[in-house]
């Protein structure tokens, strides 16, 4: 089997309650890969055997998407059959956080992908108020299940800036609360590593996946995505 059509973007997960006592640049704890659910692309291959497929190739768990509670049942078989965690779900910019977080928590994981919507149109705070009201509003079920809800940097244009990151975590103050960082999504607007010392503990999850500029200058801003990791121009060893 080509292992290329299963390898899309990798997530690294750390343990979340140790990951909040190390400093930027002094991680200490353990760093588990998961790949995306639906980045298998195998639609031939039942719910459990993607499981195993997954496990088989080396990763430590994977993630589900919110529309993915209607298959929970079979969900859960995979994972009792298989061995295979459930790290967390990406729930894109829906609001019901706290929907996302009981169907992650009743699974097994531990964190809720948020992407925090931008309206261009519209004031910047507007939309930076609404995000945090949103994200508060699903904070008391992420305590009582113990899941974080963790903000992904895209490139719809809100949170473009590192300090602008850490300010909007700050303001919300919440144990619960943190980053999902973004390797190659950030390229477009910043420097890795330079984002990762800023957020430091506030970062609970990574979306690892390789940024090509030569690509991007070439043959157009998609390409960018194009070329495996370590193979790009992002400076892994600085990111590490």
Same mark, same amino acid.
């Given at each position: ?42 639609? +031939? ?6 499981? &195993?497929?997954? +496990? ?19 969900? &859960?078989?995979?994972?009792? +059959? ?10 894109? @910019? ?66 473009? @800036? ?64 194009? @070329? ?13």
């Amino acid at each position: 089997m080509d292992q290329s059509l299963l390898l899309g973007t990798v997530g690294a997960t750390f343990p979340i309650l140790g990951a909040a006592s190390a400093h930027a640049g002094e991680f200490t704890g353990v760093i588990k890969k998961a790949i995306k659910f639906r980045d298998v692309n195998e639609p +031939k291959l039942t719910i459990e055997d993607r499981f &195993r497929l997954i +496990k088989d190739l080396g990763f430590d768990g994977t993630e589900l998407r919110t529309e993915d509670k209607d298959s929970a049942a079979e969900f &859960r078989k995979a994972i009792e +059959k298989t061995g295979l965690p459930v790290h967390g779900i990406v729930n894109s @910019s829906k609001p019901d956080l706290a929907g996302a977080v009981e169907f992650v928590a009743s699974i097994g994981g531990s964190s809720v992908l948020y992407v925090a919507p931008y309206d261009r149109k519209r004031p910047l705070m507007e939309s930076w108020n609404e995000n945090q009201a949103v994200i508060r509003k699903g904070l008391p079920a992420a305590e009582k299940h113990q899941v974080k809800i963790l903000v992904e940097n895209v490139w719809a244009g809100f949170l473009i @800036s590192a300090l602008d990151a850490v300010r909007f975590i700050d303001e919300i103050n919440h144990p619960w609360f943190g980053s999902y960082f973004d390797v190659g999504n950030n390229v477009r607007w910043g420097v890795p590593q330079h984002w990762i010392e800023l957020l430091g503990p506030r970062i609970g999850r990574l979306d690892i996946k390789e940024w090509d500029e030569r690509k991007h200058r070439a043959e157009g801003l998609s390409k960018g995505f194009s @070329s495996p990791i370590g193979e790009g121009t992002i400076e892994w060893d600085a990111v590490r």
